[in-house]
């Protein structure tokens, strides 16, 4: 459902926010939902829509460039993306030599639950943005 939300038809968009918040917060209700009452109707009944967007249409990666964000993002994504290799190298590091880097780890220990969890909050907060985005491109 979250395909057909950024790349069906064009709504308006007080509509496709609302949607956009029952398909989060909604989770599988929300997805039932939004099929009975929005897919279904612009799909149903012999139309053959094609999903994708046509050629001349911009993606949403394009449009951020345009609006100036498109670098704010590249560089919150590539930092996210350093987050998550320096805690994974830290890991293999202690797995590898645990002895040593105990020492390292100690300073960090009260703090190592957290710092994945905050890691996780802010990559499905990333991921969030970026559907919803490429989603209100379409917006009439």
Known sequence: MWRYWMTGKPS???ARRIW???LVFGVWYGAIL???LAYLPGTGKGE???LERPANETQGS???RANGDRG???VFGRTLLSAWLLLFLTVALAFAFPKPFSRII???APYFQLIPMFLLIVTATY???RVYRAGMIRTK
């Open 12 to 14: 308006n968009r007080i």
């Open 20 to 22: 956009f918040a029952i």
């Open 72 to 74: 704010k993002m590249r």
């Open 62 to 64: 394009e449009d951020m």
């Open 106 to 108: 100690g300073l960090f």
């Open 34 to 36: 939004y099929y009975f």
């Open 127 to 129: 991921g969030l943005i």
């Open 48 to 50: 053959n829509e094609n």
